[in-house]
């Protein structure tokens, strides 16, 4: 069976193995796959594995040889699922890889944005604690946690990862949510719309799905609903924020911060506003890379290839 991997890198920079995968046939992996090649690298293949690199509809047409395409992520708008539920491909993926990593670094961002780490570690390497007159110094308002409202939007496997932080840290949990039926135990949490949670929360941090009724649902107008002192985390999908509104509302004072560990457009244009807005920490999409994570999704991904080779798919999108 011949296997492709379209962009390994990614997941396996080095330090992991795809020895596993080699157990079901002939693999073929490629670091990086760009749209003009996707076709030619994967005619003949009845299984291709992809992260970002995209399989419309026109290029599952032209591969009547594919059976099996392996998504190495949780979100899988890469892949035409209809076009490949027409031709009778199997498409999976891996949904619970980095739960754990991503809570994590929501709290990474938001602590950081809370008491400026880096800078005043920058500042202390700098010289400035020692030319200091005073045994303490602060470069930037320093926010405790405990007491505050963290509003989740998004209550699924991660949102509900957060909020466990969240409660152990002494805050206040709400959230905004489709399906209400398994509220959590925490002592204070309640549900509520999307708009009053804007209203009400010291931090929102975004764990929505991209739709098309939750693309842009933090704009301008939504925005203006938040507190002055507000702080936004979004480690979700990044068009689920307007970056031009956002960057707005940032440097007009209008919110605290934000903490972003994704964007609209990845990698961004250099002239993403985002990228020189006040207060605004950009990480480049790693809350899911730890390598506990990494090594956990191709655990999955083998897993899910072996139960199709089976005949007993799991993971199933189409």
């Given at each position: 069976?011949?296997?492709?991997?379209?962009d390994?890198?990614?997941?396996?920079?080095?330090?992991?193995?795809?020895e596993?995968?080699r157990?079901?046939?002939?693999?073929?992996?490629?670091?990086?796959?760009?749209?003009?090649?996707?076709?030619?690298?994967?005619?003949?293949?009845?299984?291709?594995?992809?992260?970002?690199?995209?399989?419309?509809?026109?290029?599952?047409?032209?591969?009547?040889?594919?059976?099996?395409?392996?998504?190495l992520?949780?979100?899988?708008?890469?892949?035409?699922?209809?076009?490949?539920?027409?031709?009778?491909?199997?498409?999976?993926?891996?949904?619970?890889?980095?739960?754990?990593?991503v809570?994590?670094?929501?709290?990474?961002?938001?602590?950081?944005?809370?008491?400026?780490?880096?800078?005043?570690?920058?500042?202390?390497?700098?010289?400035?604690?020692?030319?200091?007159?005073?045994?303490?110094?602060?470069?930037?308002?320093?926010?405790?946690?405990?007491?505050?409202?963290?509003?989740?939007?998004?209550?699924?496997?991660?949102?509900?990862?957060?909020?466990?932080?969240?409660?152990?840290?002494?805050?206040?949990v709400?959230?905004?949510?489709?399906?209400?039926?398994?509220?959590?135990?925490?002592?204070?949490?309640?549900?509520?719309?999307?708009?009053?949670?804007?209203a009400?929360?010291?931090?929102?941090?975004?764990?929505?799905?991209?739709?098309?009724?939750?693309?842009g649902?933090?704009?301008?107008?939504?925005?203006?609903?938040?507190?002055?002192?507000?702080?936004?985390?979004?480690?979700?999908?990044?068009?689920?924020?307007?970056?031009?509104?956002?960057?707005?509302?940032?440097?007009?004072?209008?919110?605290?911060?934000?903490?972003?560990?994704?964007?609209?457009?990845?990698?961004?244009?250099?002239?993403?506003?985002?990228?020189?807005?006040?207060?605004?920490?950009?990480?480049?999409?790693?809350?899911?890379?730890?390598r506990?994570?990494?090594?956990?999704?191709?655990?999955?991904?083998?897993?899910?290839?072996?139960?199709?080779?089976?005949?007993?798919?799991?993971?199933?999108?189409?």
């Amino acid at each position: 069976m011949k296997i492709v991997v379209l962009d390994g890198y990614c997941l396996n920079p080095g330090d992991l193995s795809w020895e596993p995968l080699r157990n079901f046939g002939e693999v073929e992996i490629f670091d990086r796959t760009a749209a003009a090649q996707v076709l030619e690298r994967t005619r003949g293949a009845a299984a291709a594995f992809t992260n970002k690199s995209l399989l419309p509809a026109e290029v599952l047409r032209a591969l009547p040889e594919l059976r099996y395409i392996g998504v190495l992520a949780t979100g899988h708008n890469i892949v035409d699922t209809a076009a490949a539920a027409r031709q009778g491909i199997v498409v999976t993926n891996v949904p619970t890889y980095a739960t754990a990593s991503v809570a994590q670094f929501v709290f990474a961002l938001l602590l950081e944005l809370c008491h400026d780490v880096g800078l005043h570690a920058a500042s202390v390497h700098a010289g400035e604690w020692s030319r200091s007159p005073d045994w303490s110094y602060w470069k930037s308002p320093l926010v405790e946690l405990a007491g505050k409202t963290m509003g989740i939007v998004g209550l699924g496997r991660i949102g509900r990862a957060v909020g466990s932080i969240a409660d152990a840290m002494g805050m206040r949990v709400m959230a905004a949510d489709s399906d209400q039926s398994h509220s959590p135990a925490w002592p204070s949490f309640r549900w509520a719309a999307f708009e009053e949670l804007l209203a009400e929360s010291d931090v929102v941090s975004l764990h929505a799905p991209l739709l098309p009724e939750t693309r842009g649902m933090v704009n301008e107008r939504t925005l203006r609903l938040m507190k002055p002192t507000a702080f936004l985390i979004n480690t979700s999908r990044g068009p689920l924020v307007n970056d031009c509104d956002l960057a707005d509302a940032l440097n007009a004072g209008r919110l605290a911060g934000a903490g972003l560990d994704v964007l609209s457009i990845e990698p961004p244009e250099e002239h993403n506003p985002l990228l020189q807005a006040a207060n605004c920490v950009v990480t480049p999409h790693i809350a899911w890379a730890t390598r506990e994570a990494r090594s956990r999704l191709m655990d999955l991904t083998v897993e899910n290839f072996a139960a199709w080779v089976a005949g007993s798919p799991r993971n199933l999108i189409a």
